[in-house]
């Protein structure tokens, strides 16, 4: 039961780790496109998906 719930918990968090990575990818492009200081939303944002991926792919 704790494994399970563990296993789902860690998905979730994947998932929304993944979401937030994007919407903070979207933010970096906008910033980039009024030549604002991207460099490090972009790599904020890069961390954050490929993290979530990590997640959601190790709990399948």
């Known amino acids: 039961m704790k494994s399970n719930l563990k296993k789902n918990f860690l998905a979730f968090l994947g998932i ?3 979401s937030s990575g994007l919407c903070i990818f979207g933010e970096a492009v906008i910033y980039k496109y009024e030549s604002k200081d991207w460099f490090f939303i972009g790599t904020i944002s890069l961390i954050l998906i490929n993290s979530g ?4 792919i190790s709990n399948k």
Do not use: A, E, G, Q
């Not at 991926?53 to 959601?56: A, E, Q, R, W």
């Open 16 to 18: 929304m780790l993944f």
């Open 53 to 56: 991926l990590v997640l959601i």
